[in-house]
């Protein structure tokens, strides 16, 4: 407020060598926050985008070389304080708030690819399972009918048969049914 004071101040007592001092530091007021934070970036040393403790850490260091207690000039510290109090203030704790926003976003969106690729993979798995008990299930079908087709072929071929042999076949049958689970039994014990 007092640099524009003076600016108009100067302009109506039109002093040439005073009006142009304040007119410059005028413009250099008012031409903008970009400008204003480039210039602080560049009297700091640091990046555009650096972070607050970058930041601070600059000022640190020059504060040491630049402060008059240290054989610095005035101007140039204070300089060095307006540039590091513009870009504190224009990398407030809402540029912090809205990176740590922007970070756990990234999370939760990395949390999400995780948990669908999970689950496709579960979905995979349980339709390859799915497959694989329906496979076993119409091979048992088909064994049971082939079975069942060959146990209907034998029971034709019996009737066939005089009663006679029938039922010799029939003991046959059990005599080699009971001999094949006695040696079974055998070879259990040996082994």
């Known amino acids: 407020m007092k640099k524009l004071l003076l600016f108009l101040l100067c302009g109506f007592i039109n002093i ?45 260091r020059l504060a040491k070389k630049l402060h008059p207690d240290q054989g ?3 101007e140039d ?23 740590q926003e922007y970070k756990r976003q990234q999370e939760r969106e990395e949390e999400l690819k995780r948990q669908k690729e999970q689950w496709e993979r579960e979905r995979r798995e349980q339709k390859e399972k799915e497959r694989r008990e329906h496979q076993e299930q119409q091979q048992k079908e088909k064994r049971q009918r082939e079975e069942e087709l060959k146990r209907q072929k034998e029971q034709a071929e019996i009737k066939k048969q005089p009663k006679s042999k029938r039922r010799f076949f029939t003991i046959k049958r059990m005599a080699l049914a009971t001999a094949a689970v006695i040696i079974a039994d055998i070879f259990m014990d040996f082994f």
């Open 77 to 99: 510290f204070i300089e060095l304080l307006a540039a590091y109090k513009e870009l504190m203030k224009n990398t407030s704790e809402s540029n912090e708030q809205s990176r």
């Open 72 to 74: 610095g000039k005035k």
């Open 16 to 60: 040439p060598a005073f009006g142009a001092a304040f007119r410059t530091a005028f413009v250099r007021a008012t031409v903008g926050v970009r400008t204003m934070t480039t210039q602080s970036h560049r009297v700091l040393g640091v990046k555009e985008n650096a972070s607050r403790e970058e930041i601070q850490a600059a000022f640190a």
